[in-house]
């Protein structure tokens, strides 16, 4: 019986991690949202396209470089909190070829650092958009 316990353990735990809901960003509540202007509309001014392979390839790039269950360790420092973070880097993107997007991450200027310190690569990525396969990084 206890064999017949602990087989089950081994085939049934594993599965469970098979059954993680995917990551949904949170939405705010319809009264929050009910206080924007309709139809939504994108200014002239600050508007920018960019191409589906280039968010495709910024996505993958930043669940690589920021894994959406990584959590900082409990003695991190305050720099490394903010490292942590997604809106603490600025992105680059630009295509290699037409098979390769390459995408660079900067800690933005001012972020987990004093004033007036410069931005700093953190890391660069080259992404196949064909295959939607991180080829190379570089930290």
Known sequence: MRRLALLMTLVVLPG???FQRPF??????????????????????GKVRL???MTTAIGLAMDDLL???IQPPR????DDVCLHRRDSYDVEAAPLNDDVMLVRFLV????????????IEAATYAVDVKSW???????
């Open 24 to 45: 949904r960003p949170e939405h705010a509540p319809k009264e929050e949202a009910a206080k924007l202007p309709y139809p939504l509309w994108l200014p002239t001014e």
């Open 51 to 53: 191409s589906a392979d």
């Open 16 to 18: 469970c991690a098979l």
């Open 67 to 69: 894994p959406r269950n």
């Open 133 to 139: 396969r991180i080829l190379a990084v570089q930290r």
């Open 75 to 78: 003695n991190a420092t305050p």
């Open 108 to 119: 933005k200027e001012g972020a987990c650092r004093s004033e007036g310190a410069t931005a």
